[in-house]
Protein backbone atom coordinates (compact mmCIF):
# COMPACT_ATOMS: atom_id res chain seq x y z
CA UNK A 1 0.00 0.00 0.00
CA UNK A 2 1.25 3.47 -1.14
CA UNK A 3 0.87 6.97 0.49
CA UNK A 4 0.61 10.49 -0.99
CA UNK A 5 1.30 13.63 0.68
CA UNK A 6 -0.70 16.71 0.01
CA UNK A 7 2.36 17.08 -2.37
CA UNK A 8 1.22 14.60 -4.39
CA UNK A 9 -2.73 16.25 -5.50
CA UNK A 10 -3.03 18.23 -8.55
CA UNK A 11 -2.84 21.95 -7.82
CA UNK A 12 -4.27 24.95 -9.92
CA UNK A 13 -1.60 26.90 -11.78
CA UNK A 14 -2.18 30.04 -9.86
CA UNK A 15 -3.48 30.76 -7.04
CA UNK A 16 -4.92 34.09 -6.06
CA UNK A 17 -2.29 35.24 -3.64
CA UNK A 18 -5.51 37.36 -1.93
CA UNK A 19 -7.38 34.04 -0.87
CA UNK A 20 -5.43 31.57 -1.76
CA UNK A 21 -7.76 29.71 -4.20
CA UNK A 22 -10.65 29.57 -1.43
CA UNK A 23 -12.75 32.79 -2.88
CA UNK A 24 -13.45 34.28 0.44
CA UNK A 25 -11.02 36.83 2.28
CA UNK A 26 -11.12 38.06 5.90
CA UNK A 27 -10.45 42.22 6.19
CA UNK A 28 -8.46 43.30 8.67
CA UNK A 29 -11.07 45.31 10.78
CA UNK A 30 -11.57 47.21 13.88
CA UNK A 31 -13.29 45.34 16.26
CA UNK A 32 -16.46 47.31 16.35
CA UNK A 33 -16.81 47.76 13.02
CA UNK A 34 -19.70 45.74 11.67
CA UNK A 35 -17.76 43.53 9.29
CA UNK A 36 -15.51 42.57 11.52
CA UNK A 37 -14.57 38.50 11.25
CA UNK A 38 -17.12 38.66 8.25
CA UNK A 39 -15.96 36.21 4.91
CA UNK A 40 -16.69 38.77 1.57
CA UNK A 41 -16.23 37.38 -1.97
CA UNK A 42 -12.21 37.48 -2.97
CA UNK A 43 -11.62 39.86 -6.13
CA UNK A 44 -10.63 36.97 -7.92
CA UNK A 45 -13.98 35.48 -7.72
CA UNK A 46 -15.92 38.90 -8.75
CA UNK A 47 -13.88 38.61 -11.59
CA UNK A 48 -15.28 35.06 -11.90
CA UNK A 49 -19.18 36.41 -11.54
CA UNK A 50 -18.50 38.86 -13.91
CA UNK A 51 -17.46 36.95 -16.25
CA UNK A 52 -20.02 34.55 -15.89
CA UNK A 53 -22.53 37.81 -16.21
CA UNK A 54 -21.24 38.42 -19.61
CA UNK A 55 -20.98 34.95 -20.62
CA UNK A 56 -24.60 34.83 -19.77
CA UNK A 57 -25.76 38.04 -21.63
CA UNK A 58 -23.57 36.73 -24.50
CA UNK A 59 -25.25 33.55 -24.92
CA UNK A 60 -28.45 34.95 -24.53
CA UNK A 61 -27.59 37.84 -26.73
CA UNK A 62 -27.08 34.94 -29.70
CA UNK A 63 -24.25 37.46 -30.34
CA UNK A 64 -21.70 34.15 -31.68
CA UNK A 65 -24.28 33.85 -34.84
CA UNK A 66 -24.48 37.68 -35.36
CA UNK A 67 -20.53 38.91 -35.13
CA UNK A 68 -20.57 39.59 -39.01
CA UNK A 69 -22.76 42.43 -38.26
CA UNK A 70 -20.22 45.33 -37.38
CA UNK A 71 -19.33 48.43 -38.36
CA UNK A 72 -16.56 47.19 -40.97
CA UNK A 73 -19.35 45.15 -42.80
CA UNK A 74 -22.35 47.68 -42.89
CA UNK A 75 -22.30 49.69 -46.68
CA UNK A 76 -23.19 53.11 -45.30
CA UNK A 77 -23.69 54.09 -49.08
CA UNK A 78 -26.72 51.65 -49.15
CA UNK A 79 -27.33 49.81 -52.62
CA UNK A 80 -28.65 51.60 -55.13
CA UNK A 81 -29.65 54.72 -52.92
CA UNK A 82 -30.50 58.19 -54.04
CA UNK A 83 -28.35 60.98 -52.94
CA UNK A 84 -30.13 62.54 -50.13
CA UNK A 85 -31.18 58.87 -48.95
CA UNK A 86 -27.28 58.06 -49.07
CA UNK A 87 -26.73 61.09 -46.57
CA UNK A 88 -29.34 59.44 -44.68
CA UNK A 89 -27.92 56.01 -44.13
CA UNK A 90 -24.64 57.18 -43.23
CA UNK A 91 -25.89 59.61 -40.59
CA UNK A 92 -27.46 56.74 -39.41
CA UNK A 93 -24.32 55.19 -39.21
CA UNK A 94 -22.17 57.82 -37.96
CA UNK A 95 -24.38 58.28 -35.14
CA UNK A 96 -24.83 54.90 -34.23
CA UNK A 97 -20.61 54.45 -34.77
CA UNK A 98 -20.55 57.32 -32.54
CA UNK A 99 -22.83 56.03 -29.77
CA UNK A 100 -21.02 52.48 -29.70
CA UNK A 101 -18.26 54.40 -28.94
CA UNK A 102 -19.16 55.97 -26.19
CA UNK A 103 -22.85 54.46 -24.86
CA UNK A 104 -24.88 57.42 -22.96
CA UNK A 105 -28.66 57.98 -22.84
CA UNK A 106 -30.59 56.15 -25.67
CA UNK A 107 -30.46 55.68 -29.31
CA UNK A 108 -33.91 54.50 -31.06
CA UNK A 109 -32.94 53.60 -34.79
CA UNK A 110 -36.50 54.30 -36.66
CA UNK A 111 -37.24 52.54 -40.40
CA UNK A 112 -38.56 49.70 -42.72
CA UNK A 113 -37.98 46.26 -42.79
CA UNK A 114 -34.50 45.33 -44.58
CA UNK A 115 -33.32 49.17 -44.14
CA UNK A 116 -29.99 48.27 -41.97
CA UNK A 117 -31.35 49.12 -38.34
CA UNK A 118 -30.65 46.17 -36.72
CA UNK A 119 -27.53 45.75 -38.35
CA UNK A 120 -26.30 48.94 -36.53
CA UNK A 121 -27.81 47.65 -33.45
CA UNK A 122 -25.90 44.76 -33.34
CA UNK A 123 -22.64 46.43 -34.55
CA UNK A 124 -22.98 48.37 -31.36
CA UNK A 125 -23.43 45.35 -29.02
CA UNK A 126 -20.31 43.47 -30.83
CA UNK A 127 -18.64 47.19 -29.87
CA UNK A 128 -19.64 46.60 -26.19
CA UNK A 129 -18.44 43.32 -26.32
CA UNK A 130 -14.57 43.81 -27.86
CA UNK A 131 -14.12 46.19 -25.39
CA UNK A 132 -15.31 44.14 -22.16
CA UNK A 133 -18.45 45.83 -21.54
CA UNK A 134 -21.81 44.00 -20.50
CA UNK A 135 -24.24 43.86 -22.93
CA UNK A 136 -27.81 42.70 -23.94
CA UNK A 137 -28.92 42.47 -27.48
CA UNK A 138 -32.27 40.61 -28.11
CA UNK A 139 -35.50 41.16 -30.13
CA UNK A 140 -38.90 42.08 -27.93
CA UNK A 141 -40.49 39.09 -28.66
CA UNK A 142 -37.91 36.82 -27.65
CA UNK A 143 -36.97 38.94 -24.33
CA UNK A 144 -41.00 38.64 -23.17
CA UNK A 145 -40.41 34.62 -23.88
CA UNK A 146 -37.36 34.08 -22.08
CA UNK A 147 -38.91 35.87 -19.05
CA UNK A 148 -41.89 33.43 -19.66
CA UNK A 149 -39.73 30.65 -19.62
CA UNK A 150 -38.31 31.39 -15.96
CA UNK A 151 -41.00 30.75 -14.69
CA UNK A 152 -40.61 26.94 -15.53
CA UNK A 153 -39.01 24.49 -12.97
CA UNK A 154 -36.83 23.72 -15.38
CA UNK A 155 -35.23 27.47 -15.82
CA UNK A 156 -31.76 27.77 -15.35
CA UNK A 157 -32.15 31.01 -13.97
CA UNK A 158 -35.36 32.26 -11.63
CA UNK A 159 -37.81 34.85 -13.36
CA UNK A 160 -36.56 37.51 -10.54
CA UNK A 161 -33.01 37.10 -11.64
CA UNK A 162 -33.45 37.56 -15.12
CA UNK A 163 -35.74 39.50 -14.91
CA UNK A 164 -33.24 41.90 -13.12
CA UNK A 165 -30.48 40.72 -15.19
CA UNK A 166 -31.97 42.75 -18.41
CA UNK A 167 -33.22 45.81 -16.80
CA UNK A 168 -29.73 46.76 -14.93
CA UNK A 169 -27.46 45.50 -17.66
CA UNK A 170 -24.91 48.01 -18.59
CA UNK A 171 -26.47 48.81 -22.19
CA UNK A 172 -29.36 46.84 -23.17
CA UNK A 173 -30.34 46.86 -27.43
CA UNK A 174 -34.09 45.81 -27.83
CA UNK A 175 -34.46 45.09 -31.42
CA UNK A 176 -38.06 45.04 -33.16
CA UNK A 177 -40.23 46.88 -30.63
CA UNK A 178 -43.92 46.85 -31.67
CA UNK A 179 -43.44 43.43 -33.02
CA UNK A 180 -44.63 41.76 -29.41
CA UNK A 181 -48.10 40.23 -28.76
CA UNK A 182 -49.44 43.16 -26.73
CA UNK A 183 -51.05 41.23 -23.84
CA UNK A 184 -51.50 43.45 -20.86
CA UNK A 185 -48.40 40.98 -19.50
CA UNK A 186 -46.05 41.91 -22.10
CA UNK A 187 -46.85 45.82 -22.02
CA UNK A 188 -46.15 45.91 -17.95
CA UNK A 189 -43.10 43.82 -18.77
CA UNK A 190 -41.93 46.28 -21.17
CA UNK A 191 -43.01 49.50 -19.09
CA UNK A 192 -41.25 48.21 -15.95
CA UNK A 193 -37.98 47.38 -17.86
CA UNK A 194 -37.35 50.53 -19.73
CA UNK A 195 -39.01 53.00 -16.74
CA UNK A 196 -36.06 51.76 -14.51
CA UNK A 197 -33.49 52.23 -16.92
CA UNK A 198 -35.24 55.57 -17.96
CA UNK A 199 -35.06 56.77 -14.27
CA UNK A 200 -31.71 55.19 -13.45
CA UNK A 201 -30.62 56.64 -16.99
CA UNK A 202 -29.29 53.27 -18.10
CA UNK A 203 -27.76 53.35 -21.69
CA UNK A 204 -30.58 51.96 -24.06
CA UNK A 205 -30.20 50.98 -28.01
CA UNK A 206 -34.41 50.49 -29.43
CA UNK A 207 -35.33 49.63 -32.93
CA UNK A 208 -38.66 49.49 -34.42
CA UNK A 209 -40.45 49.81 -37.86
CA UNK A 210 -43.54 51.38 -36.07
CA UNK A 211 -44.47 55.34 -35.92
CA UNK A 212 -44.01 56.81 -32.20
CA UNK A 213 -47.74 56.99 -32.58
CA UNK A 214 -48.82 53.58 -32.32
CA UNK A 215 -46.02 52.80 -29.95
CA UNK A 216 -48.02 52.86 -26.02
CA UNK A 217 -48.31 56.01 -24.60
CA UNK A 218 -46.79 54.76 -21.31
CA UNK A 219 -43.91 53.37 -23.10
CA UNK A 220 -43.40 56.24 -26.34
CA UNK A 221 -43.70 59.23 -22.99
CA UNK A 222 -40.21 57.47 -22.50
CA UNK A 223 -38.73 57.16 -26.08
CA UNK A 224 -39.13 60.73 -26.84
CA UNK A 225 -37.52 62.87 -23.57
CA UNK A 226 -35.12 65.04 -25.70
CA UNK A 227 -33.07 65.28 -23.08
CA UNK A 228 -32.51 61.31 -23.03
CA UNK A 229 -33.25 59.85 -26.82
CA UNK A 230 -31.96 60.78 -29.79
CA UNK A 231 -34.03 59.54 -32.54
CA UNK A 232 -32.44 58.64 -35.94
CA UNK A 233 -35.53 57.84 -38.79
CA UNK A 234 -33.68 55.81 -41.31
CA UNK A 235 -35.11 56.55 -45.41
CA UNK A 236 -32.94 53.71 -46.98
CA UNK A 237 -35.77 51.08 -48.57
CA UNK A 238 -34.94 47.04 -47.82
CA UNK A 239 -31.32 46.29 -49.39
CA UNK A 240 -32.30 42.72 -49.45
CA UNK A 241 -35.41 43.14 -52.11
CA UNK A 242 -33.13 45.08 -55.09
CA UNK A 243 -35.47 47.57 -55.82
CA UNK A 244 -39.12 45.15 -55.82
CA UNK A 245 -41.32 45.23 -52.53
CA UNK A 246 -42.42 41.72 -52.58
CA UNK A 247 -42.06 39.73 -55.93
CA UNK A 248 -45.90 38.48 -55.39
CA UNK A 249 -47.02 41.71 -55.35
CA UNK A 250 -45.30 43.24 -57.73
CA UNK A 251 -46.30 40.49 -60.80
CA UNK A 252 -49.38 43.27 -61.68
CA UNK A 253 -46.27 45.54 -62.57
CA UNK A 254 -44.99 42.92 -65.21
CA UNK A 255 -48.56 43.03 -66.99
CA UNK A 256 -48.57 46.65 -67.98
CA UNK A 257 -44.35 46.85 -68.97
CA UNK A 258 -45.56 47.60 -72.16
CA UNK A 259 -47.40 50.32 -71.14
CA UNK A 260 -45.14 53.53 -71.46
CA UNK A 261 -45.70 57.24 -72.39
CA UNK A 262 -43.90 56.60 -75.49
CA UNK A 263 -46.82 54.32 -76.46
CA UNK A 264 -49.65 56.46 -75.06
CA UNK A 265 -52.04 56.57 -78.05
CA UNK A 266 -53.86 60.30 -77.83
CA UNK A 267 -56.40 59.04 -80.56
CA UNK A 268 -55.88 61.54 -82.81
CA UNK A 269 -58.62 61.84 -85.79
CA UNK A 270 -60.75 60.29 -83.27
CA UNK A 271 -61.79 62.42 -80.35
CA UNK A 272 -63.39 65.68 -80.77
CA UNK A 273 -60.87 68.53 -80.00
CA UNK A 274 -62.06 69.05 -76.03
CA UNK A 275 -61.90 64.82 -75.35
CA UNK A 276 -57.86 65.64 -77.63
CA UNK A 277 -57.00 68.19 -75.51
CA UNK A 278 -57.92 66.78 -72.01
CA UNK A 279 -55.95 63.47 -72.72
CA UNK A 280 -52.72 65.34 -73.72
CA UNK A 281 -53.44 67.33 -70.19
CA UNK A 282 -53.86 64.08 -68.81
CA UNK A 283 -50.61 62.55 -70.46
CA UNK A 284 -48.35 66.26 -69.51
CA UNK A 285 -49.51 66.00 -66.19
CA UNK A 286 -48.50 61.94 -65.89
CA UNK A 287 -45.03 62.83 -67.15
CA UNK A 288 -44.84 65.97 -64.74
CA UNK A 289 -45.25 63.93 -61.74
CA UNK A 290 -42.91 61.02 -62.89
CA UNK A 291 -40.26 63.04 -63.79
CA UNK A 292 -41.08 64.02 -59.87
CA UNK A 293 -43.11 62.36 -58.33
CA UNK A 294 -44.42 64.68 -55.05
CA UNK A 295 -47.90 64.27 -53.17
CA UNK A 296 -50.95 62.30 -54.79
CA UNK A 297 -51.75 61.90 -58.43
CA UNK A 298 -55.45 60.65 -58.77
CA UNK A 299 -56.97 60.00 -62.19
CA UNK A 300 -60.54 59.54 -62.47
CA UNK A 301 -62.50 58.53 -65.78
CA UNK A 302 -64.30 55.50 -67.00
CA UNK A 303 -63.34 52.09 -67.09
CA UNK A 304 -60.82 51.44 -70.24
CA UNK A 305 -59.74 55.55 -70.92
CA UNK A 306 -56.64 55.29 -70.22
CA UNK A 307 -56.25 56.42 -66.60
CA UNK A 308 -54.20 52.63 -66.34
CA UNK A 309 -51.86 52.77 -69.22
CA UNK A 310 -50.70 56.43 -67.74
CA UNK A 311 -50.42 55.22 -64.50
CA UNK A 312 -48.83 52.14 -65.09
CA UNK A 313 -46.03 54.57 -67.24
CA UNK A 314 -45.68 56.26 -63.97
CA UNK A 315 -44.62 53.05 -62.04
CA UNK A 316 -42.38 51.70 -65.06
CA UNK A 317 -40.33 54.69 -65.58
CA UNK A 318 -39.38 54.48 -61.48
CA UNK A 319 -39.04 50.82 -62.05
CA UNK A 320 -36.62 50.78 -64.50
CA UNK A 321 -34.21 53.01 -62.66
CA UNK A 322 -35.02 50.65 -59.58
CA UNK A 323 -36.54 52.45 -57.42
CA UNK A 324 -38.84 50.80 -55.19
CA UNK A 325 -42.55 50.89 -56.42
CA UNK A 326 -45.95 49.12 -55.80
CA UNK A 327 -48.54 48.98 -58.38
CA UNK A 328 -51.32 46.63 -57.53
CA UNK A 329 -54.60 46.49 -58.51
CA UNK A 330 -56.79 47.82 -55.10
CA UNK A 331 -59.06 44.29 -54.91
CA UNK A 332 -55.80 42.39 -55.50
CA UNK A 333 -53.71 44.17 -52.70
CA UNK A 334 -56.78 43.36 -50.04
CA UNK A 335 -56.49 39.85 -50.99
CA UNK A 336 -52.48 39.75 -50.67
CA UNK A 337 -52.92 41.14 -47.36
CA UNK A 338 -56.11 38.65 -46.22
CA UNK A 339 -53.49 35.88 -47.50
CA UNK A 340 -50.87 36.46 -45.07
CA UNK A 341 -53.15 35.11 -42.13
CA UNK A 342 -52.90 31.99 -43.89
CA UNK A 343 -50.55 29.54 -41.73
CA UNK A 344 -49.07 28.85 -45.01
CA UNK A 345 -48.38 32.42 -45.95
CA UNK A 346 -44.19 32.70 -45.38
CA UNK A 347 -44.50 36.59 -44.87
CA UNK A 348 -46.16 38.01 -41.71
CA UNK A 349 -49.52 40.57 -41.81
CA UNK A 350 -47.08 43.12 -40.35
CA UNK A 351 -44.75 42.91 -42.76
CA UNK A 352 -46.41 43.21 -45.65
CA UNK A 353 -49.08 45.59 -44.61
CA UNK A 354 -45.70 47.55 -43.84
CA UNK A 355 -44.36 47.49 -47.11
CA UNK A 356 -47.26 48.26 -49.04
CA UNK A 357 -47.91 51.92 -46.66
CA UNK A 358 -44.33 52.72 -46.76
CA UNK A 359 -43.33 52.09 -50.27
CA UNK A 360 -41.73 55.57 -51.71
CA UNK A 361 -44.02 54.96 -54.91
CA UNK A 362 -47.58 53.36 -54.77
CA UNK A 363 -50.00 53.09 -57.27
CA UNK A 364 -53.40 52.05 -56.89
CA UNK A 365 -55.38 51.12 -59.84
CA UNK A 366 -59.03 50.41 -60.14
CA UNK A 367 -60.02 51.99 -56.44
CA UNK A 368 -63.82 51.44 -55.68
CA UNK A 369 -63.81 48.05 -57.53
CA UNK A 370 -62.44 46.24 -53.78
CA UNK A 371 -65.47 44.87 -51.62
CA UNK A 372 -66.70 47.28 -49.78
CA UNK A 373 -66.52 44.98 -46.04
CA UNK A 374 -65.60 47.19 -43.00
CA UNK A 375 -62.62 45.12 -42.84
CA UNK A 376 -61.31 46.31 -46.24
CA UNK A 377 -62.38 49.80 -45.55
CA UNK A 378 -60.11 50.00 -42.24
CA UNK A 379 -57.33 48.80 -44.46
CA UNK A 380 -57.35 51.46 -47.24
CA UNK A 381 -58.10 54.07 -44.40
CA UNK A 382 -55.04 53.22 -42.71
CA UNK A 383 -52.73 52.99 -45.32
CA UNK A 384 -54.65 56.23 -47.05
CA UNK A 385 -54.07 57.90 -43.71
CA UNK A 386 -50.49 57.15 -43.51
CA UNK A 387 -49.28 57.92 -47.07
CA UNK A 388 -51.40 61.22 -46.86
CA UNK A 389 -49.58 62.46 -43.38
CA UNK A 390 -45.93 61.53 -44.57
CA UNK A 391 -46.46 63.02 -47.93
CA UNK A 392 -45.62 60.05 -50.02
CA UNK A 393 -45.88 59.43 -53.39
CA UNK A 394 -49.07 57.88 -54.74
CA UNK A 395 -51.21 57.58 -57.86
CA UNK A 396 -54.82 56.18 -57.49
CA UNK A 397 -56.77 55.78 -60.51
CA UNK A 398 -60.56 55.22 -59.93
CA UNK A 399 -63.99 55.02 -62.49
CA UNK A 400 -66.14 55.64 -59.26
CA UNK A 401 -66.59 59.13 -58.47
CA UNK A 402 -65.35 59.95 -55.29
CA UNK A 403 -68.05 61.32 -53.87
CA UNK A 404 -69.23 57.87 -54.04
CA UNK A 405 -65.68 56.50 -52.36
CA UNK A 406 -65.53 56.22 -48.19
CA UNK A 407 -65.62 60.20 -47.04
CA UNK A 408 -62.61 58.92 -45.31
CA UNK A 409 -60.53 58.17 -48.62
CA UNK A 410 -62.33 60.63 -50.74
CA UNK A 411 -61.02 63.90 -48.28
CA UNK A 412 -57.73 62.64 -48.64
CA UNK A 413 -57.69 62.80 -52.42
CA UNK A 414 -59.35 66.07 -52.76
CA UNK A 415 -57.34 67.96 -50.58
CA UNK A 416 -55.87 70.01 -53.55
CA UNK A 417 -52.34 71.13 -51.26
CA UNK A 418 -51.07 67.01 -51.64
CA UNK A 419 -53.06 65.38 -54.53
CA UNK A 420 -53.57 66.65 -58.00
CA UNK A 421 -56.54 65.15 -59.70
CA UNK A 422 -57.25 64.82 -63.05
CA UNK A 423 -60.48 63.68 -64.27
CA UNK A 424 -60.15 62.20 -68.00
CA UNK A 425 -63.32 62.70 -70.16
CA UNK A 426 -62.13 60.38 -72.96
CA UNK A 427 -64.76 57.56 -73.51
CA UNK A 428 -63.08 53.59 -73.28
CA UNK A 429 -60.38 52.67 -75.80
CA UNK A 430 -61.63 49.10 -76.19
CA UNK A 431 -65.30 49.22 -78.15
CA UNK A 432 -65.73 52.39 -78.64
CA UNK A 433 -68.47 53.61 -80.44
CA UNK A 434 -66.30 56.28 -82.62
CA UNK A 435 -63.97 54.04 -83.36
CA UNK A 436 -65.77 51.52 -84.65
CA UNK A 437 -67.06 54.06 -86.78
CA UNK A 438 -64.46 55.20 -87.97
CA UNK A 439 -62.96 51.43 -88.59
Known amino acids: MTTSSTSDLPRPEKVCPHCNGLGYVR ?8 DFGKLHPCVCRLQEHSQQRVDQL ?3 SNLDILERMTFATFVPEGHGLQPERQDNLRLAYETARSYAENPSGWLLLRGGYGCGKTHLAVAIANRAVERGQPALFITVPDLLDHLRAAFGPTSPAGYDQRFEQVRTVSLLILDD ?10 QEKLFQILNYRYNARLPTVITTNH ?6 LRIRSRLVDPDLTRVVTILARDYRATGEVDSSILGSLRLHSHQTFENFDL ?15 ALEIARDFAASPEGWLVLTGPHGCGKTHLAAAVANTHAKHGDAVLFVVAPD ?3 HLRATFSPQSATSFDKRFDQVRRVP ?11 ATPWAREKLYQVFDYRYNARLATVITTATPIEELDPRLATRMLDLSCCTLVGIIAPAYRGGLRRQKRR
Open 27 to 34: YDLPLDHP
Open 58 to 60: RAL
Open 177 to 186: LGTEAPTPWA
Open 211 to 216: ELEEIP
Open 267 to 281: RRGELPQEELDNLRL
Open 333 to 335: LLD
Open 361 to 371: LLVLDDLGTES
